[in-house]
Every structure is written in C-alpha cells, then in structure tokens.
C-alpha cells in the first residue's frame, strides 16, 4: 500500500503540469497616470487617433517581438486585418495628422521606451508583465 | 513552299506554346493566390470588426438583465447572415442563440481563413464587466467566401485560357503575315529561275524587312534583265557580223573568181581577135578579087559575117574583162539613156509585160559612157523579159538616190540608184552566184552566150559602180545598180572631168 502510494505521488510530479492559461495585456509605466482604457479607445489609441488623458495624449507603442501576439493584436485590439491597417494607419497619418504607433521589434527595446514614458501605452504577454515592477497592467485584452 | 509556311507557324506557335506553357503555370497560381488572399482579407477583416463591434455591444450592457440582452444581440448577430455561431460564456454557464446552426466548436480560435478546416471562422473576445468577464465567441461562416473565391478562380481560369487561345492566334496571323509575302517572294524567285526575267517583283508587304528583301531581289531581277538583254544583244550582234564577214568573203571570191574569169577571156579575147582580124582581111581582099554574085563571092561574105559576128564576141568580152577601149567619160543624165533603152524593149516585149519606169524629178548626171548605161539596161531588160516571156508580168524600172552603196569595194560617196525588177520566175540561190560568170546561162544551148549579165557587171564595175542582185523563186528579181554620182565639180567642168 505505501508502494502504490509512493507510485502514485511520483506520478503526479512527473506527469506534464497543464500549461497555465496565456494573457495578452494592456500595459504601461508604472509611473503612468493612467488606470483604465476602454476597448473603443484601446482601438483609436492603436489607429494612431488622439486620447487624452489629463490632456496629455497617450503614445501608443505596438509590440512586434512576437508573431502570434501580433496576430492577437490585429484579430483583438485594432479588430482589422493587416492590410486594411495598413490602409487605415496610412490614411489617418496622411489625411488626418495622426500618429503611427511606434512599433518595436524586441521586448526589452519596448520594455525600455515602455518605461521612460508615463504616456505610452502597449501590449504585452502576461508572463512577461509578472516580474516587472515597473510596468502595469491595466486591462485584460484576448486570454487563451 | 507549304513547308515553309508550315514550319514557320509551327515554330512561331511552338515558340507562344513554349513560353505560355513557362508563364501561364505561374501566372494562374499567382492571380489566384491573389484572389484568394483579397476574398480572405475582406472577410477576416469584416468578422473581425462585426466580432469586435458584438464585443463593445455586450460590455455596454450591464446590469441584472445582462442574460436576456445578451442573448438578444447573439440572435441579432445570427441573424446578420454571417455568424453561425454565437454564445456568451463564463466560468460557470454558457449562454448561446438559439437560432444558430448546432455546429461543433473547436476549442481553439482561428486566426487565419481557413484555419482548422472546419469552414467556420471562430474568434473570441473577453468582455469585461464590473462584476466578472464574460467571453463571447462568434462562429462566422466560411463557405460563401470559399464560393466566391472558387467562381473568382474559375473566371481567372477562363481567362487564362482565353488569353492561351488569343496567343495562339496572334501567333498564327503573325506567321501568316509574315510567311505570306515570303512565300509570294519565294514563288517569284522561281518564276526568275524559271526563266520568266520580266515579272516584277512586288510582294507588298508592310514588314520592312520583307520590303527590303523584295528590293534586293527586284534590284538582282533588273540586273539579270539588263544583263541577259546586253548577251542577247552581243549575240545578235555577233552573229550579224558574222553574216556580214560571210557575205563578204563570200562577195570577195565572187569578185576573184569574175576578175580571175574576165582576165583569162581578156586573154583568149585578145588572141582570138588577133586570129580574126588577117581572117576578117584576107577575106574582103578575097572577096574583091573574085567576081560578084559568085558562090565564092557569097561564101565569103558568110565568112565574112561570121568574122564580124566573131568580133563583136570578142568585144563583148573585152568589155566584161574591162579591156575594152572605153569612149571618153562624159557627164550625162542617168534618166535619158534610161528611157532610150525603155523606148526600144517596149518595142520587143510581148504585150503581156507591162513596162513601169519611175524617177526623181531631179537631175542625176553620172559620169560616164551613156551608151554603156544603155547597154546595161538592155541586157537586164531582156533577161527580166526572158524570165516572164511565158506568164507575162512586170517589168519595172526606178531611179533613185542612194546614200551608200551596198558593196564596202567601192568608194563612199553618193550614188545613183537603177533597179530593174521583174516578176519572172526567179532564181535559186545556187545560180545567183554564178550569174554574173561568162558563159553562164540556164537558156537552152543556142539561146544565148551567157555573156550578158557579165557584161552589165564589167561595164559597172568599169564606171566605179556596183550590181547586187535579189531573188526568189517564183516571185521574181531585181537587180539594183549603183552608179556613182558626178560632182558639182565634175558637172560644171566636163572638160576636165573627162580628161581625169
């Protein structure tokens, strides 16, 4: 019985924990004074369109050190696909003055300009958010 | 020549079918990737707003009515047509439309058109609420894009084949433009070969090259013409020279063989007149010592005739040798001792030959001995009268000018021409080179001495002229005499002209 017992145990560490649930996250400074977005301004943050908060304009940073997260980032945030993005990003800069997201290709380059700005705003995997004390989230946007 | 069109469409195509066969492959894939990706960003593009949008609508909505609102913009979405799939969800129930098609929903969203195979596009979005978030996936169907896609793809398709089709014709029409006036070129070329020199070429085509290549082989055309006219016309001309040095070799031995003839009778002649005259003498002493009336008497005057008659031969040759002892050259008019002849062998022709004699109006004095002109004209009559005695016919005698003389023996200068032409029965052209021989006749022996037309020639001859001759059996003859005309100098010093 303490056999059987023993062998079990040592199945239930050896056996593959289930992958914990993915997050993609809305995130900023942690000296930011932003504390909620909605998903509608979420949207016109990312299509370049001015919002305001405390009359500051937000800076948004888009995140393309990953594919699939870029893939999210289309199908969830902007909800386009990239070619109409492409479209909508380039009218809006060339007619109407607005912004393009300034994109990173490397986590800690975003990390970094994340960071030394209180206005910028991106987006992000959970797991890479959770051991960064200077980085907030603020919104829950797609979950695996 | 078929197979020149043959094998150059067969090529031209070869070469269309060759290259559409490289690039139609490629080409199709490509427009219908194209395609394919523009119907599936259209769609990923609208779920993905109208998802998001259904997404928005459920966060407005908060409050203990949260179930039956949900469930009103689920239904709403089905009802949009698109969605196939609709259900809100949280970690405890589930709320789905009622009126969407039962579909199995795999645990996994899509990302991509097409993904899993399962011709359902899912997608879902975390709703967030104040009390706990809520999860709505959306099921948007696939199929009507796939359609779409496919019947896009089929047009591309058909196309392409129109596209392959219209290639190959333009092919064809294009090798046919350009082979026809290559192959009528071609056809020309063999006519040329073939010895037909004089068609032109003229393909008439509007492709430069072709153009060119046809005056190219016009201009080698005209080059062959003029060149086989300039052979044709040296060969004519050689072979009129050659007729001529003929004619004159010919002319020339006849002259040699005359001349080697009259000499030898000159000889003879002189002989024989020597012989006649103690015979012509000693019979007129004969005859005036034997009485008169005798039979010696009149057999010496028989031998006495004989011995004129002797005589006369005997000049007759001497004239024709030239030997004879010409009278003084006097100028005189052609015309008078013409019609004198005239006058008198219209008193000896029978009146079945007509006797025609025409002349210039102008004077045409000939220096010379008239009477020998008289005598040349007598003996053509009468052969011209021997040779129509029996059929009757034409005797016709014109005078004119002539320019240059046949015969390039005699001097260049002006002449005056005497043809006495006859409608006899002609001669063949073996016995018109003997005609002028002594002694040569075709008349019976004992007709004639076969001396006259040698005569003509020596009296001819003696006055710096010429004699030709043209005849054709059954048609007639025409003798032509050119008598050199005298100069104003010799007309206005006969005296002089005489004495040279």
Redesign the interface.
């Known amino acids: 019985m303490r056999r059987l017992l023993a062998i079990l145990l040592l199945l239930c560490l050896v056996a593959p924990a289930r992958p914990a649930s993915q997050e993609v996250v809305l995130v900023v400074s942690a000296d930011s004074p932003l504390q909620e977005l909605?998903?509608?301004s979420v949207?016109k943050l990312f299509l370049g369109l001015p919002v305001l908060i405390k009359g500051s304009p937000l800076r948004p940073l888009r995140n393309r050190s990953d594919p699939v997260l870029d893939?999210?980032f289309?199908?969830?945030i902007v909800?386009?696909?990239?070619?109409?993005y492409d479209r909508q990003i380039l009218i809006g800069v060339n007619r109407q003055g607005w912004l393009r997201p300034t994109e990173y290709g490397r986590s800690s380059d975003l990390v970094a300009a994340l960071q030394a700005d209180p206005y910028a705003v991106s987006f992000m995997w959970e797991r890479d958010v959770a051991h960064n004390p200077r980085i907030r989230i603020i919104?829950?946007?797609?979950?695996d | 020549m078929e197979r020149l069109v043959s094998s150059l469409s067969v090529r031209l195509i070869s070469v269309v079918l060759v290259i559409l066969a490289a690039l139609v492959p490629p080409l199709y894939l490509g427009v219908s990737a194209i395609v394919r990706d523009g119907y599936a960003e259209r769609f990923v593009n609208s779920l993905r707003a109208y998802s998001r949008l259904v997404a928005d609508e459920l966060e407005a909505i908060d409050g203990p009515d949260f179930e039956r609102r949900a469930l009103a913009v689920l239904d709403s979405a089905v009802l949009s047509g698109q969605v196939v799939f609709a259900e809100v969800r949280d970690d405890t129930h589930t709320l789905r439309s009622t009126i969407a098609t039962p579909v199995y929903a795999p645990p996994r969203d899509d990302f991509h058109f097409g993904d899993q195979g399962d011709q359902i596009y899912f997608i879902t979005h975390r709703v967030n609420r104040s009390d706990h978030p809520v999860f709505v996936r959306l099921g948007f169907d696939e199929v009507p894009t796939l359609e779409r896609t496919a019947v896009a793809q089929r047009r591309v398709l058909i196309a392409m084949a129109a596209f392959v089709a219209s290639s190959i014709a333009v092919a064809a029409w294009l090798s046919w433009v350009i082979a026809r006036p290559m192959v009528r070129l071609q056809r020309a070329a063999q006519r040329v070969a073939g010895g037909d020199t004089h068609t032109q070429l003229d393909v008439g085509s509007s492709i430069r090259e072709v153009q060119e290549l046809n005056y190219h082989l016009e201009h080698m055309r005209r080059e062959l013409v003029g060149a086989n006219e300039r052979l044709s016309l040296e060969i004519r001309e050689r072979e009129v020279s050659e007729q001529k040095r003929l004619d004159l070799e010919r002319r020339l031995l006849h002259r040699e063989r005359i001349a080697t003839i009259g000499t030898l009778a000159g000889g003879v002649a002189h002989e024989f007149n020597n012989i006649m005259t103690p015979v012509l003498l000693y019979s007129q002493l004969a005859l005036e010592d034997v009485p008169a009336g005798g039979e010696l008497a009149d057999y010496l005057k028989r031998v006495i005739a004989a011995a004129h008659r002797a005589r006369s031969l005997v000049m007759r040759i001497l004239t024709f040798s030239r030997e004879m002892d010409l009278q003084q050259p006097t100028v005189f008019l052609l015309r008078a001792p013409v019609e004198e002849a005239l006058a008198l062998l219209r008193e000896i022709v029978p009146a079945n030959i007509e006797i025609v004699f025409s002349a210039p109006l102008e004077a045409m004095p000939v220096l010379g001995d008239a009477s020998l002109v008289h005598q040349v004209v007598i003996n053509l009559g009468t052969n011209a009268y021997e040779a129509m005695r029996d059929a009757g016919g034409r005797l016709a005698v014109t005078l004119s000018v002539a320019d240059d003389p046949p015969d390039s023996h005699v001097e260049p200068g002006r002449y005056h021409l005497l043809e006495v032409s006859d409608t006899g029965h002609g001669m063949e052209p073996a016995v018109l080179s003997h005609i002028f021989e002594p002694f040569f006749t075709t008349r019976e022996v004992g007709e004639g001495t076969g001396l006259g037309l040698s005569v003509v020639h020596g009296i001819v001859t003696s006055m710096g002229g010429a004699i030709t001759v043209r005849s054709r059996p059954g048609y007639g003859t025409t003798f032509a005499v050119y008598l050199p005309a005298a100069s104003a100098a010799q007309r206005h010093e006969p005296a002089a002209a005489a004495s040279a």
Do not use: G, T
């Open positions: 909605d998903s509608v949207r893939e999210i289309l199908q969830q909800a386009m696909s990239q070619p109409n919104r829950v946007l797609w979950s």
